[in-house]
């Protein structure tokens, strides 16, 4: 009975520490206005704070923060003030970057918000996916986005860390289009966003990723995107994206070699080539209209002469046809006429004769 006792309360134990690991909470959720602006405090222990004198990390528990804004027309999500929801170019994630803060959790939900001028800022890799997807082609009614934000890497001064700890949180914000009630949202989207909802989750097994992990990306790929639609990204990391897009698709070199040659020769001069291209393209084919169009005609001359000589000789062979016969006929009839006799040539006596007289 005992033993019985002692693998019940093992079993409840364990079933109430896996709920709340899974249980979401609101600590690290700070409101500077509700329903439009939130900053967010994320734990990260495998980045040491770092010292902005002597460039270096200390083994020093940190944190970084994200302020998540809605834009002044409703329309768009902002992440440190660059557009999160929805992205502006998909081709190119927007490059994130974050203030690392040396508050406990303590003192940043109760205190008085740090200075963030004066802390050192990080570059962000990170993962984020949106559910229902964020396709501007899609049509929503009663659209409720939950955005999902995964840190996986920071960097700063040349120095990089992958954030793989699990104790380190996800963000999951909710959020309303009140354009979108009991209506489906216009084409392009013309939304009107409020936050509803901001929350940090445990992680999951699979939510760290390693950059080496994932596909790589060749030319064989026009974006090497990780969807199939809009916003084409989920894992965006520093090392695989530049102005162009995803470094190693043919998207990006055909960008990248356009952007050198306009950079090069200019408005003027790349405007040029491109006529002086289009002639050297477009010029065969007056030339090809010419000869096909001769080509037509010297088929067509051809088909009426051949035309011609079979009716004429069609026309030869009926006559021949029609003699053949008319003989025939006088032959079979016996009324063929003989041919007179030669007249008769007078003699010389005769003439000298008429003469005389």
Known sequence: MAVTTQLLLLA?????????QNNPTTRGVKWLEKGRSVLVRVSTPDLPLWNKEEQIGEDIPSALLLNFTVSADNRTLLLQDQPFMPLLQPHTPPRLSAPQTSQSLSEFEHGT????????????????????????????????????????????????????DMEQKVIKITLRDWN????????????????????????????????????????????????????????IFRQNFDEYGKIGSFRHKLHQRWATLYERLGFFRITLLILVVISMVLSPIP?????????????????????????????????????????????AGGSAEKPLPPVPVKSADVLEASEKV
């Open 12 to 20: 409840s134990l364990s079933v109430l520490s896996f709920a709340a």
């Open 113 to 164: 918000p740090p200075n963030l001028e004066d802390l050192p800022v990080f570059d962000l890799d990170y993962d984020r996916i949106a559910h229902p997807r964020d396709d501007p082609s899609i049509h929503y009614y009663n659209y409720y986005p939950k955005l999902m934000i995964n840190l996986l890497g920071a960097g700063i001064a040349g120095h990089n860390a992958l954030l793989k």
């Open 180 to 235: 979108t009630v009991g209506r489906a949202s216009t084409d392009p989207p013309n939304h009107s966003f409020e936050i509803k909802e901001v929350k940090l989750w445990e992680r999951q097994p699979g939510d760290s990723v390693d950059p080496d992990d994932l596909k790589e990306c060749t030319l064989k790929s026009w974006r090497c995107s990780d969807f199939g639609d809009h916003p084409w990204y989920r894992y």
């Open 287 to 331: 030339y090809a209209l010419y000869k096909g169009g001769k080509w037509i005609k010297a088929q067509h001359r051809a088909g009426v002469e051949a035309g011609a000589a079979v009716w004429k000789d069609n026309d030869e062979e009926s006559k021949e046809v029609v003699l053949e016969k008319h003989v025939d006929e006088n032959d």
